[in-house]
């Protein structure tokens, strides 16, 4: 075996790229169980909820075709169509059809769906300051343009 050949007990050193990303999908671990306890316990919300009603709570009309709330999820349109109806059944989602055109469905946020956001925004942007306390407040916009990068998202579907 030559020397350059890394093995079981003596592993290569990972790229900074490979280091970067593992340290990213533990941070992401490690902040979205901390946001995921929180709204549960208070709320009754998961992270993945809390993340519906959020997107849905800024984009306009308080709505969103079903395929832009999945690209801004990261799901599949099938992923979000499940997601969405355990909130449609509590009422704080409803589907609305486009009168135009049949094939497209929306998503919008109700009444009682903004109100909880409300309430769970409270909740968790104690957790958020906490997490980012360390980065100066100058370069958090310009992290979140990278990750924002990093995941595919452009600055017209945040």
């Given at each position: 075996?030559s020397?350059?050949?890394?093995?079981?007990?003596?592993?290569?050193?990972?790229?900074?790229?490979?280091?970067?990303?593992?340290?990213?999908?533990?941070?992401?671990?490690?902040?979205t169980?901390?946001?995921?306890?929180?709204?549960?316990?208070?709320?009754?919300?998961?992270?993945?909820?809390?993340?519906?009603?959020?997107?849905?709570?800024?984009?306009?009309g308080?709505?969103?075709r079903?395929?832009?709330?999945?690209?801004?999820?990261?799901?599949?349109?099938?992923?979000?169509?499940?997601?969405?109806?355990?909130?449609?059944?509590?009422?704080?989602?409803?589907?609305?059809?486009?009168?135009?055109?049949?094939?497209?469905?929306?998503?919008?946020?109700?009444?009682?769906?903004?109100?909880?956001?409300?309430?769970?925004l409270?909740?968790?942007?104690?957790?958020?300051?906490?997490?980012?306390?360390?980065?100066?407040?100058?370069?958090?916009?310009?992290l979140?343009?990278?990750?924002?990068?990093?995941?595919?998202?452009?600055?017209?579907?945040?």
């Amino acid at each position: 075996m030559s020397d350059t050949t890394p093995t079981a007990a003596t592993p290569s050193t990972p790229s900074d790229s490979l280091d970067f990303c593992l340290r990213l999908t533990r941070a992401y671990a490690t902040v979205t169980r901390r946001l995921d306890t929180a709204l549960s316990s208070v709320h009754g919300l998961s992270f993945g909820d809390f993340m519906i009603l959020y997107y849905l709570g800024r984009a306009p009309g308080a709505r969103l075709r079903r395929v832009d709330l999945a690209e801004r999820l990261g799901l599949t349109a099938s992923g979000v169509t499940r997601s969405l109806l355990p909130l449609e059944k509590l009422g704080l989602v409803a589907r609305q059809p486009d009168p135009r055109d049949a094939r497209v469905g929306y998503a919008q946020i109700t009444e009682t769906g903004q109100q909880l956001l409300q309430y769970a925004l409270a909740s968790v942007e104690p957790i958020a300051q906490e997490a980012t306390r360390m980065v100066p407040a100058g370069d958090l916009g310009a992290l979140s343009a990278l990750l924002g990068q990093l995941a595919g998202i452009n600055l017209s579907n945040t």
